[in-house]
């Protein structure tokens, strides 16, 4: 008798500790003091987090009628989007969702890079988040590859050569990735377990994401002014609401989209079964790839262009080190209003440019354009940001 | 879409120079048109059409579906397969499930490896999916004068210029070929639609091919239309239930999204700049 009622004891204690921590967690994230200033760039994160839980659902149910191998792939995706139950709305689910996943995430990087949510104390949330972004194109890419198109045969085989080219070590690595001389079975096996098992990491990463920016309070648009703690509002409800707005209206776009211009997330041609022995005339990535694509193919060495064109991505991770100035700094008012903003145009535009050169193969009057906006795209790195760190007035370093 | 066939002619000129990581072994088709070829063979550009179908808002007319099914199994099907289609799909063009069982019936479906009976073949069921006309591919290329009938499952997707061009292409023959002296080329139809002005199929449909059950005259020009229909329903079926579903979240998500406005502005109205 005694036994059972300490027994229930004991499970009480444990229940209560249990909902102490629920409890906490859901007052510290009703509570959370945010900046009163934040503009609808800050509602960009809720979206990323609402499109990611949206992957994680239909990607599941996807795979279950999914079969990784060369000679099943194409058709088990024919016969799911064709006859499986609501099938075809998972599908255009997941393939719409890829894509305003990435366009949302350069969004709030872009964001990020405007504000210089990069700065100190926020460099941990920084260099996560680009975390994130790398896995997600790791786990982009492997999706890609699955339904076993013209389009998914022929870039695992350029991304294969691609990492061929590596000095030493690349024809090792090309066939520890395609597990065999051209993509094949093996290749999706790899890629299959890749997308899974990347989808619940990038899960994990995006709440350690999260949890550091709780630690550290989030940035806001007008720098230590608007950290001010008379300046703080709750989170709930006031960006409660403004986040479910934002996800809201992002719900409508991505409908529209999906439901009546789905040529827009789709490529055609990967609508051709895979075939080894036709190379489509056009190999060309998604579009949230291009961009990279692009640099690839304007360095004339192939090692080049992937040092390149990874570097585009990895240099992300040094932007706090290239502009190391505090959140609080100020610089000259004509520095942050037109030369920042100038650059920054300069950025977006040459990210923009260097996707075109991509999509039209780098060729003829092309290459040129390439050239100057993968110029222009790592001048703002190397070039703008250290110079800019160089503008900020001594005394309100910290 | 056409971008793309041009390129497919500029990649096999310029070879080498356009992709960097491959060199660039252009498919034996795409290659075909540019022995002693003019630049003017590029496919001329097909007339735009108004399918019901186009646009955000269009729909399939599915009694135009119905009969382009029934120019597919009496002409095309001779030369074409369709094999990631079923015939229990059919039933979303507005087909009754006897209706279904009855279509099934008229086909012969090879039989599978553990199946009884006698005979190779037996009749199709709704599950089964469209028979291929040909046992293999070199089967289809003996048949067809080295040219293998593309399975159409997807064509209306994956054939540059979309159903414009398949029904332009359909229509396109019987004009003078403008260049044609003997052994330049040596066999196919002239068609302005095709790469090179040259399709290895023949021209297909004649007035009359099929009867209709629904009265309609089977003239070449209604046959090219209804067959054209159909193909683009084969290649997105669910096309109609996405615009539907569009139209009511999106009505739903506007309605949502004016009330967040409202309760936003109350919760944010006492908030001091």
């Given at each position: 008798m005694?036994?059972?009622?300490l027994?229930?004891?004991?499970?009480?204690?444990?229940?209560?500790?249990?909902?102490?921590?629920?409890?906490r967690?859901?007052?510290?994230?009703?509570?959370f003091?945010?900046?009163?200033?934040l503009?609808?760039?800050?509602?960009v994160g809720?979206?990323?987090?609402?499109?990611?839980?949206?992957?994680v659902?239909?990607?599941l149910?996807l795979?279950?009628?999914y079969?990784?191998?060369?000679?099943?792939?194409?058709?088990?995706?024919e016969?799911l989007e064709?006859?499986a139950?609501?099938?075809?709305l998972?599908?255009?689910?997941?393939?719409?969702?890829?894509?305003?996943?990435?366009?949302?995430l350069?969004?709030h990087?872009?964001?990020?890079?405007?504000?210089?949510?990069?700065?100190?104390?926020?460099r941990?949330?920084?260099?996560?988040?680009?975390?994130?972004?790398?896995m997600?194109?790791?786990?982009?890419?492997?999706?890609?590859?699955?339904?076993w198109?013209?389009?998914?045969y022929?870039?695992?085989?350029?991304?294969?050569?691609?990492?061929?080219?590596?000095?030493?070590?690349?024809?090792?690595?090309?066939a520890?990735?395609?597990?065999?001389?051209?993509?094949?079975?093996p290749?999706?096996?790899?890629?299959f377990?890749l997308?899974?098992?990347?989808?619940?990491?990038?899960?994990?990463?995006?709440?350690?994401?999260?949890?550091?920016?709780?630690?550290?309070?989030?940035?806001?648009?007008?720098?230590?002014?608007?950290?001010?703690?008379?300046?703080?509002?709750?989170?709930?409800?006031?960006?409660t609401?403004?986040?479910?707005?934002?996800?809201?209206?992002?719900?409508?776009?991505f409908?529209?989209?999906?439901?009546?211009?789905?040529g827009l997330?789709s490529?055609?041609?990967?609508?051709?079964?895979?075939?080894?022995?036709?190379?489509?005339a056009?190999?060309?990535p998604?579009?949230?790839?291009?961009?990279f694509y692009?640099?690839l193919?304007?360095?004339?060495?192939?090692?080049?262009?992937?040092?390149v064109?990874?570097?585009?991505?990895?240099?992300?991770?040094?932007?706090?080190?290239l502009?190391p100035?505090?959140?609080?700094?100020?610089?000259?008012?004509w520095?942050?209003?037109?030369?920042a903003?100038?650059?920054?145009?300069v950025?977006v535009?040459?990210?923009?440019l260097?996707g075109?050169?991509?999509?039209?193969?780098?060729?003829?009057?092309?290459?040129?354009?390439?050239?100057?906006?993968?110029?222009?795209f790592?001048?703002?790195?190397?070039?703008?940001?250290?110079?800019?760190?160089?503008?900020?007035r001594p005394?309100?370093q910290? | 879409?056409?971008?793309?066939?041009?390129?497919?002619?500029?990649?096999?000129?310029q070879?080498?120079?356009?992709?960097?990581?491959?060199?660039?072994?252009?498919?034996?088709l795409?290659?075909?048109?540019?022995q002693?070829m003019?630049?003017?063979?590029?496919p001329e550009?097909?007339?735009?059409?108004?399918?019901?179908?186009?646009?955000?808002?269009?729909?399939?007319?599915?009694?135009?579906?119905?009969?382009?099914?029934a120019?597919?199994a009496?002409?095309?099907?001779?030369?074409?397969?369709?094999?990631?289609?079923h015939?229990?799909?059919?039933?979303?063009?507005?087909?009754?499930?006897?209706?279904?069982?009855?279509?099934?019936?008229?086909?012969?479906?090879?039989?599978?490896?553990?199946?009884?009976?006698?005979?190779t073949?037996?009749?199709?069921?709704p599950e089964?999916?469209?028979?291929?006309?040909?046992a293999?591919?070199d089967?289809?290329?003996a048949?067809?004068?080295?040219?293998?009938?593309?399975?159409l499952?997807?064509?209306a997707?994956?054939?540059?210029?979309?159903?414009?061009?398949?029904?332009?292409?359909?229509?396109g023959?019987?004009?003078?070929?403008?260049?044609?002296?003997?052994?330049?080329h040596?066999?196919?139809?002239?068609?302005?639609?095709?790469i090179?002005?040259?399709?290895?199929?023949?021209?297909?449909?004649?007035?009359?091919?099929?009867?209709y059950?629904?009265?309609?005259?089977?003239?070449?020009?209604?046959e090219?239309?209804?067959v054209?229909?159909?193909?683009?329903?084969?290649?997105s079926?669910?096309a109609?239930?996405?615009?539907?579903?569009?139209?009511?979240?999106?009505?739903y998500?506007?309605?949502?999204?004016?009330l967040?406005?409202?309760?936003?502005?109350?919760?944010?109205?006492?908030?001091a700049?």
């Open positions: 005694s036994d059972t009622v027994e229930q004891q004991q499970g009480k204690v444990v229940q209560q500790a249990e909902a102490g921590i629920a409890t967690l859901a007052t510290h994230m009703a509570r003091p945010m900046p009163r200033d503009t609808f760039l800050w509602t809720a979206m990323l987090i609402a499109v990611l839980a949206l992957m659902a239909s990607g149910s795979a279950l009628s079969t990784p191998n060369a000679t099943l792939a194409f058709s088990s995706v016969a064709r006859r139950p609501s099938g075809w998972l599908r255009s689910l997941h393939m719409t969702g890829a894509s305003f996943f990435m366009l949302a350069y969004c990087l872009l964001r990020g890079l405007i504000y210089r949510s990069y700065a100190p104390p926020r941990g949330v920084w260099g996560v988040g680009v975390a994130v972004l790398v997600v194109m790791v786990t982009a890419f492997a999706g890609y590859v699955l339904p198109g013209q389009m998914s022929w870039g695992a085989d350029v991304a294969g050569k691609a990492v061929g080219a590596v000095p030493l070590v690349g024809p090792t690595l090309e520890m990735f395609l597990g065999g001389d051209a993509p094949g079975t290749t999706l096996h790899r890629m377990v997308h899974f098992t990347m989808a619940f990491t990038l899960v994990a990463a995006v709440v350690l994401h999260v949890a550091v920016l709780h630690g550290r309070g989030s940035s806001s648009p007008s720098g230590l002014s608007g950290q001010n703690p008379k300046r703080l509002l709750s989170f709930h409800p006031y960006f609401v403004k986040d479910v707005l934002g996800v809201v209206l992002m719900a409508l776009a409908t529209l989209v999906m439901c009546f211009w789905p997330v490529e055609a041609e990967n609508y051709r079964p895979a075939n080894p022995l036709h190379t489509p056009d190999i060309e998604a579009w949230y790839f291009l961009p692009g640099m193919q304007v360095v004339p060495s192939k090692f080049g262009g992937l040092v064109s990874a570097g585009a991505v990895l240099v992300l991770f040094l932007v706090p080190r502009d100035k505090s959140h609080a700094a100020t610089s000259p008012w520095v942050s209003r037109f030369v903003g100038a650059a920054l145009s950025l535009l040459s990210f923009i260097v075109l050169a991509g999509r039209h193969h780098v060729a003829g009057v092309w290459l040129t354009v390439g050239r100057l906006a993968t110029l222009g790592f001048a703002y790195f190397f070039g703008f940001l250290p110079w800019h760190a160089r503008q900020a005394e309100a910290l | 879409m056409i971008r793309r066939v041009k390129a497919d002619l500029l990649t096999c000129l070879g080498f120079r356009q992709t960097v990581f491959r060199s660039v072994g252009c498919g034996i795409a290659c075909v048109p540019v002693g003019a630049h003017s063979l590029t550009k097909a007339p735009v059409q108004h399918w019901s179908f186009n646009g955000p808002l269009g729909h399939y007319d599915l009694a135009a579906v119905q009969r382009g099914y120019v597919f009496g002409v095309c099907a001779a030369c074409h397969s369709l094999g990631a289609v015939f229990s799909d059919l039933a979303a063009a507005g087909l009754s499930s006897e209706q279904v069982m009855a279509l099934a019936a008229t086909w012969k479906v090879p039989t599978g490896p553990g199946e009884p009976g006698q005979s073949q037996r009749k199709g069921q089964d999916a469209f028979p291929a006309p040909y293999s591919p089967a289809a290329r048949a067809n004068n080295g040219a293998v009938p593309p399975d499952s997807r064509v997707i994956v054939y540059p210029g979309g159903p414009d061009r398949i029904l332009a292409l359909l229509t023959y019987g004009a003078a070929d403008p260049q044609d002296k003997p052994g330049i040596a066999n196919g139809f002239y068609n302005p639609y095709a090179g002005h040259r399709t290895a199929m023949p021209p297909p449909l004649r007035d009359n091919a099929v009867v059950a629904d009265g309609t005259a089977a003239t070449a020009a209604q090219a239309r209804d054209t229909t159909f193909l683009a329903w084969v290649s079926p669910h109609d239930s996405k615009r539907r579903l569009g139209v009511g979240v999106a009505l998500l506007c309605f949502l999204a004016i967040l406005v409202i309760l936003k502005r109350r919760i944010w109205s006492h908030v700049k």
